[in-house]
């Protein structure tokens, strides 16, 4: 059975992502953590917090279906080395993150949503991968 991404489907999860208290909400298509590949949606409302993170097991994708979002890279003192602003209206749809890059994400406006890939399994951060 297909599973059919589509505009009232994009709007539930916006829909959700604004009544849950993190701003986002996110629809697994991979079927359990363990999965190799780990794909999803993430709805996010401006004021989500993303720490500064990495993944030290995997690259990691997003895809802009729709919103604007900025992607930061950082040096391991903080500092922004690398920044990108996505937004499908000019022509900037996703960026994909070096395994091991320190990153984090602002959501710039409301009903954003991307289509994250990582490698699997799913890996929880821990303090060592937290900035």
């Known amino acids: 059975?297909?599973?059919?991404?589509?505009?009232?489907?994009?709007?539930?999860?916006?829909?959700?992502?604004?009544?849950?208290?993190?701003?986002?909400?996110?629809?697994?298509?991979?079927?359990?953590?363990?999965?190799?590949?780990?794909?999803?949606?993430?709805?996010?409302?401006?004021?989500?917090?993303?720490?500064?993170?990495?993944?030290?097991?995997?690259?990691?994708m997003y895809i802009l279906l729709r919103g604007r979002i900025r992607v930061d890279l950082y040096s391991p003192d903080r500092t922004v080395v690398q920044s990108a602003l996505l937004d499908p209206l000019s022509d900037l749809y996703g960026v994909e993150i070096p395994c091991g890059a320190w990153h984090s994400l602002e959501v710039l406006a409301h009903g954003t949503v991307i289509f994250e890939v990582k490698d699997g399994p799913f890996r929880p951060l821990t303090s060592q991968d937290m900035l």
Do not use: C, W, Y
């Not at 994009?10 to 993190?22: F, K, M, P, V």
């Not at 953590?33 to 993944?55: C, D, F, K, W, Y």
């Open 1 to 60: 059975m297909l599973k059919i991404i589509d505009k009232p489907l994009l709007d539930n999860l916006t829909e959700e992502a604004r009544e849950n208290s993190r701003l986002r909400m996110n629809l697994n298509f991979h079927n359990s953590p363990e999965s190799p590949s780990q794909r999803m949606l993430n709805a996010m409302e401006p004021g989500t917090v993303l720490p500064i993170h990495r993944h030290r097991h995997t690259a990691e």
